[in-house]
């Protein structure tokens, strides 16, 4: 009697894993990225770079629904090209790197839209405020690497990202391209 209800309990758990080992089957390790974002200030093209990724990425995209992406930029990472600018944006005003060091984005779904494009339901916490956004990217896959690339424009204000200026945009462009390896 012990010994059936062993193998009863060994064939239950195997029938476990099989049945959940789908979602975990895809995890897929950040080994390169790039993070930039445009925004016109003083009718310039200002350009910038985030550095500093940590990422989770669970997908497949087969099972689109039982994937998640979560991402963390440090925000000191930020980079435009010239320095005294990359201080001013640190500062309270702006980012606020010493009181919000980190930007966060957390799938809340993600769903098929067509080919190798799908849109992830996330949440976006800037400035430690959060609003739900819309994040489309494609997936393309190459053996065991794979490319995760979204555009996205997002309102600086929603976030409390500097303050209405007639000379600064509003709307941010961002362009995210992760580059990721497959683990199992």
Partial sequence: MNKLFKIKRTVIIFVILLSTGTSFSQNWETSNYFIEFKIKNAKLNVTGTFGGLSSKIIFDPNKPLSSSIEAKIDVKTIKTGINMR?????????????????????????????????????????????????????FTETGNRADFVGNLTLNRLDFGVGSASVLMANNVVVTIKVFAVKLN
């Fill in 86 to 138: 990359d201080n001013h944006l640190k500062k309270a005003e702006y980012f606020d790197v010493t009181k919000f060091p980190d930007i966060t984005i957390k799938s809340k779904s993600i769903k098929k839209e067509k080919d190798n494009l799908f849109l992830a339901k996330c949440e976006l916490i800037v400035k430690g405020k959060s609003k739900e956004i819309d994040l489309p990217f494609t």
